[in-house]
Structure formats: structure tokens, C-alpha cells
């Protein structure tokens, strides 16, 4: 299946580009430390991502994907991670396979990027930028900078205003129905990654336009260097 030249491509960070888990899951066992209570590990953390840090700590600490914890033992451990996570942002997480060339084949091809990312953007700068992305992208829309976050379309609906771009001629590249549900609801095509963080769900069972293994597919799926055709 091939898709049609969008004018924009937003692409997602946690799942996406970068596997921040090993950061992540440190930060949320050190605080469980500093906090008295059982460390989560790494595979729970997998599960819990997606959402922003807020919602991972809550989860973390209730132990649950739904649960609420205490509210005075969140606000407890919610500073606590913040600090774990401003010294550790990049020092585990590492691009995914094919990450760099399906940018290199985006931005040879023409493509305007941008990033949207529901993490919040004292870490999404730092994470970019140590892992040589963030020149890569016109525009990066954080989980902070607007009122609203992914599900909601406000964030890719920003993003398409200020690089000039018609929503439904634009494209998302995600990894979970946070991402499908923003772009159903702006109106962008979508493509997910089989890999990354949907809650232990198949990403397929939310129906993208298409799914990939690799960003490095991209190259099969969207046409190469303008040309003036689709």
C-alpha cells in the first residue's frame, strides 16, 4: 500500500523514535526506593508509558494502568521522579532501528517534520537534542505546550497552522490509540509502529492506515522527492 504525498509529517517521540523505558523504568524504581515502596521494574514500566510522566507516576505508584494512588503520597513522589528524570533522560534511551533512515529518506524527500509528543518539553528538548534529532524537525509540539494533549487533535491541529499545512492532507506517525485517536480527530492520515508502548495492546486493532516494523519502510509506503506527482 502506498499513501499519498502529505504536505506535513508529525511523528511521535516515547515508542516512536526513541525507546525511553531504560530511563523511565530507572527513574520510577529509584523513587520507589526513595519512597519505601517495591520497586516496579522495567516490564510494568513498558506497559504504563504514553500518557505524560504525571499519569506513569500515578500509575507506578497505584501498581495499575487504571489505578489512582493517594493523592498525598503522589505529590509526595511526583517531585521526586521529576528530579530523578531532569538527570536522567537520555542516558538509557536509545533510537529505534531504522529511526535514522526513515529521517534521512523524509527529509531528502522534501517532507516538512515536526515532532508531538504528549512528554513534557524540559524532557523532550534534552532527549532530542542528546540523541541528534532535534534539527531534524521545523516544529515540536510537547505535552505542555498547549492546553491540551494527545488524544486530543488541538496539538497535530497547532502543529499544521504554523508549518501551513491542511490537516487532511498531513500525516502522523505514531505508536499508540493516543496517536490514532488524535489524528482520526484532526483529520490526518496515520501510520503506526508495530513496536512501542500501547498499553500491551496490537496497535492494528485501532485500525491505522498502515503499520510498519521500521521507520526505514517509510521509503516503501511515501513517495521519494517531489516530483509533482503523488
Not at 530523578?84 to 529505534?96: C, D, G, P, Q, V
Not at 522534501?110 to 537534542?129: D, I, M, S
Request: charged share 25%; with cysteine.
Amino acid at each position: 500500500m502506498a499513501l499519498a504525498r502529505p504536505e506535513m509529517v508529525l511523528i511521535d517521540v516515547d515508542g516512536t523514535l526513541v525507546d525511553s523505558v531504560p530511563d523511565l523504568a530507572y527513574c520510577v524504581d529509584e523513587m520507589m526506593d526513595r519512597i519505601g515502596l517495591p520497586r516496579r521494574g522495567e516490564q510494568a514500566v513498558r506497559q504504563w508509558v504514553g500518557n505524560g510522566v504525571e499519569r506513569l507516576v500515578r500509575r507506578a505508584l497505584a501498581n495499575s494502568l487504571d489505578g489512582e494512588p493517594d493523592e498525598a503520597l503522589f505529590q509526595r513522589a511526583y517531585p521526586v521522579f521529576l528530579e530523578l528524570y531532569a538527570e536522567n533522560t537520555s542516558k538509557r534511551s536509545r533510537l529505534y532501528p531504522g529511526v535514522v533512515e526513515g529521517l534521512d529518506f523524509l527529509q531528502g524527500a522534501g517532507y516538512r517534520l515536526g515532532c508531538v509528543t504528549n512528554k513534557a518539553e524540559q524532557f523532550t528538548l534534552p532527549l532530542l537534542r542528546d540523541l541528534g534529532i532535534l534539527d531534524r524537525f521545523e516544529i515540536v509540539v510537547s505535552g505542555d505546550t498547549l492546553p491540551k494533549k494527545k488524544p486530543d487533535p488541538l496539538p497535530l491541529l497547532h502543529a499544521a497552522e504554523q508549518l501551513g499545512a491542511r490537516p487532511e492532507a498531513s500525516l502522523m506517525i505514531g505508536d499508540s490509540q493516543s496517536d490514532v485517536k488524535a489524528a482520526r480527530a484532526a483529520g490526518f492520515a496515520i501510520v503506526c509502529m508495530s513496536y512501542g508502548y500501547n498499553h500491551g495492546e496490537d496497535i492494528r486493532d485501532y485500525h491505522p492506515d498502515a503499520v510498519i516494523d521500521s521507520m526505514a519502510e517509510l521509503q516503501g509506503l511515501l513517495p521519494g522527492a517531489a516530483n509533482g506527482q503523488n
